[in-house]
């Protein structure tokens, strides 16, 4: 697009910065939702998880009603109240997931929304947090900052100083400290304050630093202060049983774990191949980074 | 603040429902008498998404059964919030002190047994989180962001810290948030990463007017250095009004155009007599009040008015005795008064607020209640996570922090005090 910049209108460069501007409101959790799904739902239909989709292809054409409940049946769901939006259907909306790979499909991760949109897609935006009156009063998105990032990965036990060996794969400190730029920090010289939203690319950067942190995050956890009670942590897993810890989960994701929490952690855990260890490490690594990315990618 | 994740997934849904709500594009989807046109929230439900993987399709109305005339009960997404003090603590821990809440304060609300309890426990750790010394490097964080400036003093260039860090004090120490614009001693501190350190700036303005809050701050002239200090009329009306110019608008704005001979494009909306400000009919040597195209007084106007206030700086922002900004023509000659007023005009803040001077530019803003609003906005904004009112357009209804504006003038403007309130808030602390 930047490319293109010269030539375009001003009214084609509003355009396109109301489209970006949408971009960075809804893109979060859109990779989220991707990548939560490659972590708790890979591969085909969950008998276990009833929040893995069963399959793609085969979305619903919609409904064309008024107000917005979830609704995955025919004709309109049972609910006899409506509201202006917030109950969160699973999959995508409108044709649903179509398993169509292609780069930019917009029901896959290759589509980010930084090309041509539709500028009313904010008037929609709009429409659905309803009048100024309410949409006010409601917490929106914003990222965390980056030194907010680095103090919360810092106390959770990730070492932000420490560098891979030669060929392997950075550390979470080398990708937070050379990610400043797509982590949207100031540049007060051009007069820019930190980004407030993700990027695309901010938010993919976010979930690499998560991942790569998360191994450090389960080997420290329990001797970190800010994750202990009295002096005394917990690991992320049970020694003995396996499972997900409730206070550890609960200090990776800033609030007591609900019971949901723990049993899709679980859930995620039992995706590992018997008898594997190294498979169970990986489950382990990637549950913990969703959790973080599904915790933190809003302030 | 979860279903912001989801605004992509729920977009969509909304597309019939937008083009129902053209009219009126504020106006709730779920309105039972939705307008003229546009189906009700009874009726028909569509065909609704059979597919799994998909979900909800565009639509899912929000009927009962399959057809029936069912009487809808009003609601918003208000009502579906729910309250939650540890969710609260988290927000409010990021925004306060830059880092999650530790476990054992997490589980010190969560093992409170009732509402009333974690929200007394929930109020003890906003008002500890509040006196930790990680605000005071939250509050310059946050100034530097809206003044979008920092820097350290080099070689010619002044501090550009000093006005972020002058404002994260006045906040801190309880002070005034007025004192931003009437200072007169103390508004160049320091932060030195755990505590304020009380420094004067050098002075940087005429006898007597040395200095005059951040309005004499040569950090802020410095970085918003630009022709006919346009620049820096916008940083004061974008950072302190919280809207973009016009500065002002004339309500009983009149067409045709109150200039002989002009054919105006459109109606001229600014207060200010239109004969007032620099162009073709006077001495101007830049045309504002060219009104072939869009009417430029409609923002100059306001904005002549109060630039030649701003123009004694120099690009490092160092006072001068005449005015010390350029203008775009060729040579780039220095700015003179006929280049924004005609001769005699005075400069003023608004349309019935006068301003002979920086310290009277400091009174008239502060007896503004646009900027007074605006400091609270921007901390509502902050806490909701908004986005900066003005460059991510997170305009915000007065009716929503009137309650929290109304304690701020009553409390002499603590902004400290308007920082608690609003972490403790209803809308706060339900998602």
Redesign the interface.
């Known amino acids: 697009m930047n490319g293109k910049r010269d030539s375009m209108s001003r009214e084609s460069i509003a355009h396109y910065g109301r489209t970006a501007?949408?971009a960075r409101?809804?893109?979060?959790?859109?990779v989220?939702?991707v990548a939560f799904g490659f972590a708790a739902c890979t591969g085909k239909s969950n008998p276990v998880n009833p929040n893995c989709?069963?399959?793609?292809?085969?979305?619903?054409?919609?409904?064309?009603?008024?107000?917005?409940?979830?609704?995955?049946?025919?004709?309109?769901?049972?609910?006899?109240?409506?509201?202006?939006?917030?109950s969160?259907?699973?999959?995508?909306?409108?044709?649903?997931?179509t398993g169509n790979d292609a780069s930019g499909n917009e029901d896959n991760t290759f589509d980010h929304?930084n090309g041509p949109g539709d500028p009313?897609?904010i008037?929609?935006?709009?429409?659905?947090?309803?009048?100024?009156?309410?949409r006010?009063?409601?917490?929106?998105?914003?990222k965390?900052?980056y030194?907010?990032l680095g103090?919360?990965l810092k106390?959770r036990g990730v070492n932000l100083d420490a560098t891979a060996g030669a060929g392997q794969p950075k550390t979470a400190g080398q990708i937070y400290k050379e990610g400043k730029d797509s982590l949207g920090t100031?540049n007060?010289?051009a007069?820019?304050?930190?980004a407030?939203?993700h990027t695309t690319a901010g938010a993919t950067k976010l979930f690499d630093i998560f991942v790569q942190a998360a191994p450090e995050i389960i080997a420290n956890i329990q001797n970190v202060?800010?994750?202990?009670?009295?002096g005394v942590g917990k690991p992320m897993f049970d020694t003995t049983t396996g499972e997900c810890v409730f206070?550890s989960l609960?200090?990776i994701i800033?609030?007591?774990a609900k019971s949901q929490d723990i049993k899709l952690c679980n859930t995620m855990l039992q995706h590992a191949a018997p008898g594997n260890q190294a498979d169970l490490d990986l489950k382990r690594r990637i549950t913990v980074a969703a959790f973080l990315s599904a915790a933190?990618?809003?302030? | 603040?979860?279903?912001?994740?989801?605004?992509?997934?729920?977009?969509?849904?909304?597309?019939?429902?937008?083009g129902?709500?053209k009219d009126d594009?504020?106006?709730?989807?779920?309105s039972g008498a939705?307008p003229t046109g546009?189906?009700?929230?009874s009726?028909?439900?569509?065909?609704?998404?059979?597919?799994?993987?998909?979900?909800?399709?565009?639509?899912?109305?929000?009927?009962?059964?399959?057809?029936g005339n069912?009487v809808?009960?009003e609601?918003?997404?208000?009502?579906?919030?729910v309250l939650?003090y540890?969710?609260a603590?988290?927000?409010a821990?990021?925004?306060l002190v830059?880092?999650?809440?530790?476990?054992?304060e997490?589980?010190s609300i969560?093992s409170q047994p009732t509402d009333e309890a974690k929200k007394a426990k929930y109020a003890e750790l906003v008002d500890k989180m509040m006196a930790d010394v990680r605000f005071k490097?939250r509050l310059v964080?946050f100034w530097?962001?809206?003044f979008?400036?920092?820097?350290a003093a080099s070689g010619l260039t002044p501090s550009?810290d000093t006005a972020p860090t002058f404002a994260a004090k006045i906040v801190f120490d309880k002070r005034p948030f007025t004192d931003l614009f009437l200072a007169t001693t103390g508004t160049c501190p320091t932060f030195d990463g755990t505590d304020f350190i009380d420094g004067d700036c050098a002075p940087n303005g005429p006898p007597g007017l040395e200095t005059v809050g951040i309005l004499t701050d040569p950090g802020i002239h410095a970085?918003?250095y630009g022709n006919l200090a346009f620049l820096r009329v916008r940083f004061f009306q974008e950072v302190f009004s919280c809207h973009k110019a016009p500065g002002e608008f004339n309500p009983d704005a009149k067409d045709p155009p109150p200039i002989a001979g002009c054919e105006m494009a459109q109606t001229y909306t600014n207060p200010w007599d239109f004969n007032t400000i620099a162009g073709h009919t006077n001495e101007g040597r830049v045309d504002f009040q060219d009104c072939s195209s869009v009417v430029c007084g409609n923002c100059h106007g306001t904005i002549n008015h109060r630039a030649p206030l701003l123009a004694n700086f120099d690009e490092h922002g160092k006072y001068q005795p005449g005015f010390a900004v350029l203008l775009p023509l060729e040579g780039e000659p220095t700015a003179v008064m006929t280049d924004w007023l005609i001769p005699g005009e005075p400069t003023a803040y608004k349309v019935n607020m006068p301003a002979a001077d920086l310290k009277q530019l400091g009174q008239a803003m502060t007896s503004d209640d646009e900027v007074l609003q605006c400091a609270v906005t921007r901390v509502?904004n902050y806490a909701?996570?908004?986005?900066?009112v003005v460059?991510?357009?997170?305009?915000?209804?007065p009716?929503?922090?009137a309650s929290v504006v109304q304690s701020f003038k009553l409390s002499g403007y603590n902004l400290n005090a308007a920082w608690r309130q609003i972490f403790l808030h209803d809308?706060?602390v339900r998602?």
């Open positions: 501007r949408l409101w809804a893109v979060p959790g859109i989220f939702s989709p069963t399959d793609t292809g085969s979305g619903g054409s919609g409904g064309s009603g008024g107000g917005v409940t979830t609704t995955t049946g025919q004709g309109g769901s049972t609910t006899t109240s409506s509201t202006t939006t917030t969160v259907t699973s999959g995508t909306a409108g044709a649903g997931a929304f009313f897609e008037l929609k935006q709009h429409l659905e947090e309803g009048p100024p009156e309410i006010g009063r409601l917490h929106s998105c914003s965390i900052p030194s907010s103090e919360f106390s100031a007060y010289a007069r820019e304050p930190e407030y939203f202060p800010a994750c202990q009670i009295g206070e609960s200090c800033g609030r007591p933190h990618t809003c302030e | 603040m979860k279903r912001h994740l989801a605004p992509f997934t729920i977009a969509t849904l909304l597309m019939v429902a937008a129902c709500n594009p504020d106006q709730l989807l779920t939705g546009c189906p009700t929230t009726g028909a439900g569509g065909n609704g998404g059979a597919g799994a993987a998909g979900g909800g399709g565009s639509g899912g109305a929000a009927t009962s059964g399959t057809g069912v809808p009960v609601k918003t997404v208000l009502d579906e919030r939650s540890t969710e603590l988290r927000s821990s990021f925004k830059g880092n999650a809440p530790t476990l054992e997490m589980m969560e490097r964080e530097r962001n809206t979008r400036m920092a820097g550009r970085q918003w509502w909701m996570s908004k986005g900066d460059t991510n357009s997170a305009a915000l209804s009716a929503v922090i809308d706060f998602f």
